[in-house]
Structure formats: C-alpha cells, structure tokens
C-alpha cells in the first residue's frame, strides 16, 4: 500500500542552526500539508501546498519555515534558524481527492530536538 | 477564530461503547473528521462526516449535527488495541486543509 516517507526520523540540533526536512508524498497525490505537534498537544496546521505553491499557512509558519517541492517526488520543510520552541514532531501529509471528504495521509513524523 | 473541543481522557473497559464528543467554532466547515493516533505515531484516518447524521465504519460510528456544531465518535466492542487519541478535525477554508482539536485519550482496561 502506497504510503508518505519522511526522512530523518528524529534529528537533533543546535539552537540557530538551519533543519532541512524532507517527505516523499503518494504519487498521485495532489495536496501537501506540513503539521507540527508538540509532545502531548494537538496536531497543529503549518502550511498546504497545490500546484507548486503555498496555497494557505498558519500564523505559525512565519518568515523563518519554508517549503518546496524540488522535484517530482520530494517535498521538504525547512526551518532557517531553529529556536527551542520549535521542538516537535513534524508530519508531513498528503492526498488526492480524499482531501474533498476529510482524510489526509500521513507519515510516520521527524522529531526535531533544538537543544 | 476556530476551535474545537473535546474531552481531554475518557476511560473504558474492554466490550464496553464509549462516546468522544466534538463540538467546533470555524469559520468555514465543510465536514467533520475523526482521526487516530497510537503514541509516537502517525494520526491515521477513521471517519469523515460532511452531512448530518450518522457514518458507520465497522465497530466505529461518527455523527454530525452542523445546526448543534457538534459530533461524536463512537466507539464499540472496545478493544485494548483502541486506547490511543483520538481527534476530531475540520475541514475548513479552501485546499482541504485540516483544523485538529486537542485529542481525546482512551484508555482501555481488562
């Protein structure tokens, strides 16, 4: 069964530092999604991407997050200049026409640590 | 602004029903999701309702009544695989995204 990838699984960093994350969607996928959750608390909504751009962001994904889709197959976040704050898991999530009735894919997550 | 609330913990004994309820404020809906999430995993979709009234999906059932801006998850012959959180969702504003509530966490006991 096709499923989304996320590399790395966790990732430790130092404060400042830039993290580049990445995520392989469903092929014939057409909507990508980047969400955060911090240890214990909600899943919470960073940014959509369709059709080789942002499409809708959060308050959240400020001038410091940063997506794109280089290529076919990958998508990737980054986060130029890491604060503790942004230590989460990062789940990156996909769909096609499922999105129309409210099911997102989605990976298995990268922890990020900022120390 | 948006928000959804729902019960932080319910407890449950194995066979038993229990009920997580979801009551939202949104700016836009489009349909209420449920989604499950075992620690350290990824949440997995249960159920999605976009008009009133009831979806039944196996030993899970989800309601909506949009005029009540509310919806329940229900949950039967409970199982110890099904304590996990559990999180309501809506669908809002255009590209489909999703507005997570705070998870619901279900412990089933023998």
């Known amino acids: 069964e096709p499923e989304v990838t996320q590399t790395p699984s966790h990732q430790v960093t130092q404060m400042g530092q830039e993290v580049i994350l990445r995520c392989v969607p469903i092929?014939?996928?057409?909507?990508f999604y980047w969400y955060r959750q911090i240890l214990g608390q909600k899943v919470e909504f960073l940014v959509s991407?369709?059709?080789?751009?942002?499409?809708?962001k959060s308050e959240i994904f400020d001038d410091q997050f940063s997506v794109e889709r280089p290529d076919g197959s990958n998508f990737t976040l980054k986060i130029r200049s890491t604060k503790l704050e942004d230590s989460a898991m990062y789940f990156c999530a996909s769909s096609g026409l499922q999105a129309l009735t409210g099911e997102l894919f989605f990976g298995e997550g990268s922890r990020l640590t900022v120390l | 602004g948006q928000s959804l609330e729902q019960p932080s913990e319910v407890t449950a004994v194995e066979g038993a029903i229990v009920q997580i309820n979801c009551t939202y404020q949104?700016?836009?809906?489009?349909?209420l999701s449920w989604y499950q999430q075992h620690d350290g995993g990824a949440p997995t979709f249960l159920s999605y309702n976009g008009l009133d009234g009831l979806e039944e999906t196996g030993r899970f059932s989800s309601f909506l009544s949009r005029s009540d801006s509310y919806g329940y998850l229900l949950l039967q012959e409970l199982q110890m695989k099904d304590s996990a959180s559990y999180f309501c969702a809506v669908r809002s504003g255009g590209y489909n995204k999703l507005i997570f509530g705070a998870g619901t966490r279900l412990a089933v006991h023998p």
């Open positions: 949104t700016s836009g809906f489009y349909g």
């Open positions: 991407f369709y059709n080789n751009e942002i499409s809708e």
């Open positions: 092929s014939n996928h057409l909507y």
